[in-house]
């Protein structure tokens, strides 16, 4: 059975950083291309990053570039999304996700997610 489990949020300030982690069980994330989703209130769920099986990477806000990372550990079969000098805008529940055919911007498309985790930044 497929098992996305996302964890790492909280209330930061501005400025400050997280690391958010998603844990992957029942499949290796060597096969499978992996992402991370937010969805800000009222707003519509959008792809943030995507690596795919091989190692490639795409992101798919330009705003967030330099910011936002995505990475993975193979061995740990875990996928990490490292947010840096986080803004208010910034506020979302960000959802771990994966698929085996591909990294889409139509996030309806993955097969698989996770429970999300919170991030909330403001002063």
């Known amino acids: 059975e497929v098992q996305l489990q996302a964890s790492g949020g909280g209330s930061v300030q501005p400025g400050d950083s997280l690391k958010l982690s998603c844990v992957a069980s029942?499949?290796?994330?060597?096969?499978?291309?992996m992402g991370w989703v937010r969805q800000a209130p009222g707003e519509e769920r959008e792809l943030v990053s995507c690596?795919?099986?091989?190692?490639?990477?795409?992101n798919y806000i330009d705003s967030l570039k330099g910011r936002f990372t995505i990475s993975r550990d193979i061995a740990k079969n875990t996928v990490y999304l490292q947010t840096d000098s986080l803004k208010p805008e910034d506020t979302a529940v960000y959802y771990c996700?994966?698929?085996?055919?591909?990294?889409?911007?139509?996030?309806?498309?993955?097969?698989?997610w996770g429970q999300g985790t919170q991030v909330t930044v403001s002063s």
């Open positions: 996700v994966a698929d085996q055919r591909y990294c889409t911007a139509f996030v309806e498309e993955f097969d698989y």
């Open positions: 029942g499949f290796s994330l060597g096969t499978y291309n």
């Open positions: 690596i795919r099986s091989k190692g490639r990477i795409t």
